[in-house]
C-alpha cells in the first residue's frame, strides 16, 4: 500500500490529536458537578464542605430543590477529595467526591469513573475521527473496485471500513443504552464510560455480525461436505468445517467467560481485560472475512474491457483421454465467448495462452489439450500460443507472461480466464508476476467451491500481509486491555 493514500488521513488525525489536546487545556479549567437525589430538600439549605488536601477549592454550591450543584475548581497539583454535607432538617445529604488535578491547573473527576468539563468536544473529535476514517476507507476500496485494483489491498480497506462502521454503530449503541435519563438532564456522561464503550464494543460487533457468520459457517460446511463427495477426502476441502467449528466453539467460551466474569474484583478485572481483548480479536477477523468474500465476489462479476491483446486460459486437470474436464471447458469457453464479443464490438482479435504442463497421470499437457479444443472451435492456430511448462496457478501466469512478453512488441493487455471462485486469486498472483494491468475472465462452476475459495482466500490474506496484521492486532490487543483495566469502576 502506498503511503501517500495514507497521507491526508494521517494529517487529519494528528490535527485532531491537537485540537483534543488544547481542547482539554482550554475547558478543563474547573468542573461543574451535580448530585442527583430526586427527592425534595429545602431550596436554600446550609452546606458543610471539607477538602482534604487543599488541591481544589469549591467556588458555588447551591441547590433547585432537588438537586445540589457545585463548581469545583483547582489549586496545586495532586488528588484531593471533597465532602459536601447539607444541614438541612428535612434531608440530610452526604457528598463525596474525588479529584485530581493535573498539569496545566487542569481538574479531572475520579469518584468511580474519569470526566471533565469540556469531555463532550473530545468525545465528539473522536467520534468525528472514526467517520472520517470511515469515508477514506470506503473511498479506497471503491477506487480499487473502480480500477480492478482485486487483492489483499482492496480487502484491507474493505475490512477496516467495515470494522470501523460496525463499531460506530456499537458505540452509538452503547452510548444510548447509558442512563438516559442522567444523560438527558446534563447531556453529559461519563468520559470513562465512552472510553469503556471502546473496550466493550468488540462483544457489540460479534452480536450485529452473529447471523452472517452462522449462515456462512454453515455454508462452508456444507461445502465441504459436497467437496468431499465429488473430490475425495482432503485436509483443503475440510478448511470450512474446521473454521465453523473453531468460530462457533470460540464465541461460546468467549461468552461463557464474560457471564462468569466481574469488573468488581482483580480477578473480575482481568478476565474483562481477556475477554473484551478476545472479542475485539474475532471482529477484526470477522470484518476480514467479510470483506474477503465481498472482495472475491466483485472480483468474478467484474468483465474486462473489450481492449485485450491476449488471453492466458490456466490450466487444471484433463481426462485420461486427453479431452477437457467440464471444469477447464468452461474456462476455455468463457475466453473463447469474450475474444467473440470483443471482435465484434471493436473488430480487435486476442491472442489466446492456453497454460499447463504434463502431469504424471496425463497423456499430454493440459496446453496441448486447450489448444486442440481451441482449435475445434474455429480459432485460427496462428492466434495460439501455448504455454506447457507450469505445473501451478503461480506459474501458470509467470510462464504465461514470458511467453506474451516474447510475443508482445511492446506494452500489452492481458485478460486471464478462470473458474469464478478462482479469479481473485489470479489477480493477487498476476501481480506477483508483473502482469499489474491484467484482467480477470469468469467462467462458471458448481456453487460448493465458492465458499471454500472465499475461506482460502482470507487464509492467504492473513498470511500475506501477516506483519501489518500483528502490528494491529497488537495495537488494538493493548488499548482494549489497558481501557478494560482503566475503566473498571464503572
Known amino acids: 500500500m502506498k503511503f501517500k493514500m495514507h497521507l491526508p488521513l494521517i494529517l487529519i488525525l494528528l490535527f485532531s490529536l491537537l485540537f483534543c489536546c488544547v481542547s482539554v487545556l482550554i475547558t478543563a479549567r474547573e468542573y461543574h458537578g451535580v448530585y442527583y437525589s430526586y427527592l425534595s430538600i429545602s431550596d436554600n439549605p446550609e452546606f458543610e464542605k471539607t477538602i482534604q488536601n487543599g488541591n481544589v477549592e469549591i467556588t458555588e454550591t447551591n441547590t433547585d430543590g432537588k438537586n445540589i450543584y457545585y463548581t469545583v475548581k483547582p489549586v496545586h497539583s495532586g488528588f484531593d477529595k471533597i465532602e459536601i454535607k447539607s444541614g438541612s432538617e428535612d434531608y440530610n445529604y452526604y457528598i463525596v467526591e474525588n479529584y485530581y488535578v493535573g498539569p496545566f491547573n487542569t481538574i479531572f473527576a475520579k469518584n468511580g469513573y474519569f470526566d471533565f468539563d469540556g469531555s463532550m468536544i473530545v468525545k465528539a473529535v473522536i467520534l468525528i475521527d472514526i467517520i472520517i476514517a470511515v469515508i477514506f476507507n470506503l473511498r479506497w476500496f471503491l477506487q480499487c473496485r473502480k480500477k480492478a485494483n482485486f487483492g489483499y489491498e482492496m480487502v484491507i480497506y474493505g475490512g477496516i471500513f467495515l470494522f470501523l462502521t460496525i463499531y460506530l454503530i456499537a458505540l452509538i449503541l452503547q452510548t444510548i443504552d447509558f442512563d438516559m435519563e442522567i444523560t438527558i438532564q446534563r447531556i453529559n456522561y461519563p468520559f470513562s464510560?465512552?472510553?469503556?464503550?471502546?473496550?466493550?464494543?468488540?462483544?457489540?460487533?460479534?452480536?450485529?455480525?452473529?447471523?452472517?457468520?452462522?449462515?456462512?459457517?454453515?455454508?462452508?460446511?456444507?461445502?465441504?461436505?459436497?467437496?468431499?463427495?465429488?473430490?475425495?477426502?482432503?485436509?483443503?476441502?475440510?478448511?470450512?468445517?474446521?473454521?465453523?467449528?473453531?468460530?462457533?466453539?470460540?464465541?461460546?467460551?468467549?461468552?461463557?467467560?464474560?457471564?462468569?466474569?466481574?469488573?468488581?474484583?482483580?480477578?473480575?478485572?482481568?478476565?474483562?481485560?481477556?475477554?473484551?481483548?478476545?472479542?475485539?480479536?474475532?471482529?477484526?477477523?470477522?470484518?476480514?472475512?467479510?470483506?474477503?468474500?465481498?472482495?472475491?465476489?466483485?472480483?468474478?462479476?467484474?468483465?474486462?474491457?473489450?481492449?485485450?491483446?491476449?488471453?492466458?486460459?490456466?490450466?487444471?486437470?484433463?481426462?485420461?483421454?486427453?479431452?477437457?474436464?467440464?471444469?477447464?471447458?468452461?474456462?476455455?469457453?468463457?475466453?473463447?465467448?469474450?475474444?467473440?464479443?470483443?471482435?465484434?464490438?471493436?473488430?480487435?482479435?486476442?491472442?489466446?495462452?492456453?497454460?499447463?504442463?504434463?502431469?504424471?497421470?496425463?497423456?499430454?499437457?493440459?496446453?496441448?489439450?486447450?489448444?486442440?479444443?481451441?482449435?475445434?472451435?474455429?480459432?485460427?492456430?496462428?492466434?495460439?500460443?501455448?504455454?506447457?511448462?507450469?505445473?501451478?496457478?503461480?506459474q501458470n501466469l509467470k510462464f504465461s507472461k514470458a511467453v506474451i512478453d516474447s510475443d508482445c512488441k511492446g506494452k500489452s493487455s492481458p485478460a486471464i480466464a478462470t473458474t469464478n471462485y478462482h479469479v481473485f486469486r489470479s489477480y493477487v498472483l498476476a501481480k506477483k508476476v508483473g502482469l499489474k494491468n491484467a484482467r480477470g475472465i469468469s467462467a462458471k462452476t458448481k456453487w460448493y467451491f465458492f465458499p471454500n475459495a472465499f475461506l482460502r482466500e482470507f487464509v492467504g490474506l492473513i498470511v500475506e500481509e501477516k506483519k501489518a496484521h500483528i502490528i494491529i492486532l497488537t495495537a488494538l490487543t493493548v488499548v482494549t486491555a489497558l481501557l478494560s483495566i482503566f475503566t473498571v469502576g464503572i
Open 193 to 394: 464510560y465512552f472510553l469503556h464503550s471502546f473496550a466493550t464494543a468488540g462483544f457489540f460487533f460479534l452480536l450485529i455480525t452473529m447471523l452472517f457468520m452462522l449462515i456462512f459457517s454453515l455454508a462452508v460446511s456444507l461445502s465441504n461436505l459436497s467437496l468431499i463427495r465429488h473430490e475425495g477426502f482432503r485436509i483443503t476441502n475440510l478448511l470450512g468445517a474446521i473454521f465453523g467449528a473453531a468460530w462457533f466453539s470460540g464465541m461460546l467460551i468467549l461468552f461463557f467467560i464474560d457471564e462468569n466474569s466481574s469488573g468488581s474484583s482483580l480477578h473480575g478485572t482481568v478476565f474483562d481485560a481477556i475477554t473484551n481483548s478476545i472479542a475485539i480479536i474475532i471482529s477484526y477477523f470477522v470484518s476480514m472475512l467479510i470483506s474477503t468474500v465481498i472482495s472475491a465476489a466483485m472480483a468474478s462479476r467484474s468483465k474486462p474491457p473489450f481492449d485485450r491483446d491476449y488471453i492466458a486460459i490456466l490450466g487444471c486437470a484433463i481426462r485420461d483421454d486427453g479431452s477437457l474436464t467440464p471444469l477447464l471447458r468452461g474456462r476455455v469457453d468463457s475466453a473463447v465467448a469474450f475474444e467473440n464479443e470483443q471482435f465484434a464490438k471493436t473488430g480487435k482479435h486476442a491472442k489466446f495462452v492456453p497454460s499447463g504442463g504434463q502431469g504424471d497421470d496425463e497423456i499430454i499437457s493440459e496446453s496441448e489439450a486447450m489448444k486442440r479444443y481451441l482449435l475445434e472451435q474455429g480459432v485460427p492456430e496462428e492466434q495460439i500460443l501455448t504455454e506447457d511448462k507450469s505445473v501451478n496457478t503461480f
